[in-house]
């Protein structure tokens, strides 16, 4: 690799808007989050149970594909 193209990696504490602070190596100096890992719905198990299937594409599915998944 060529010697001094590369951007300098720093540890930076990033802020999110709930408040909660990580750490992570970036080339910039300031970073701030909108939501994160600690605040985002599917993270904290309030999205992941939820599945929305309005044209029954699941069932489609299962139908297409029994023969196959009940072996």
Do not use: W
């Amino acid at each position: 690799m060529k010697q001094g193209i590369h951007p300098e990696m720093k540890l930076i504490t990033v802020k999110c808007a709930c408040g909660a602070e990580h750490t992570m190596y970036s080339t910039v100096d300031n970073f701030r989050l909108d939501v994160c890992s600690e605040c985002h719905p599917f993270y904290r198990g309030e999205l992941g149970s939820q599945i929305l299937d309005t044209e029954g594409r699941v069932q489609k599915f299962k139908n297409k594909y029994k023969d196959f998944l009940e072996n």
